[in-house]
């Protein structure tokens, strides 16, 4: 269950929300994410996107579409191998897909994934043709994140590799900010540790508008 929700300001504060129900998140689902044309679920394995996206609940008379190209790549390479003809033909067809998804009217469109760099957010964002967009950021303290990604063992690398690959993804972030052209950004955190309440309220000074 996601349990914390934090989002940004103009002045780059916060408002916290503690220990979200099922009532409270369904009205976060209504009162705010709603409100996007598109939302982009970004952040480090085993933060909690794909929890979030497969509970996510559409407003009434409204169609959606879910996108995920990691779960594309993995269909087409099995063995772990990537083809750059092969992530070239998927760019195009992201691009294909979303483009068309985010011109319908009264659809909204979650994209979940890494996205760890400003180009490819910026990417994304390319694709709208109008409405407003947020920046959904999925984070917690790094031995939350290890810890969970070991006990779900999602991840296809040996464990012993587990700590080192998410530091390495983290170190390796840049965090995103509104001069990308996000209408809103929105940190989630889906651990109950001091830790994790700790770092995602240090995290949330340094964001500015």
Known sequence: MISRVLKMRECGGAYFIKDVDNTTLESF???????????????????????????YIARPNQTFTKWNRENIMSMIFNDGKRIEKMNKSIEVLESDILTEVLSQDFHQVLVDGWYLIPYHRKKILSYMSGGSSLCLVFDGDINDIVSRALSEGKLKIPKEEVEMFISNKADSTTWPSFSEGWNEIIYFCSFDSEESKKYMKNTLKKVKR
Not at 39 to 47: V, Y
């Open 29 to 55: 689902y209504f009162n705010i994410l709603h409100n996007y044309k598109l939302i982009l679920l970004c952040g480090l394995p085993s933060t909690g996107k794909t929890q979030f996206i497969q509970n």
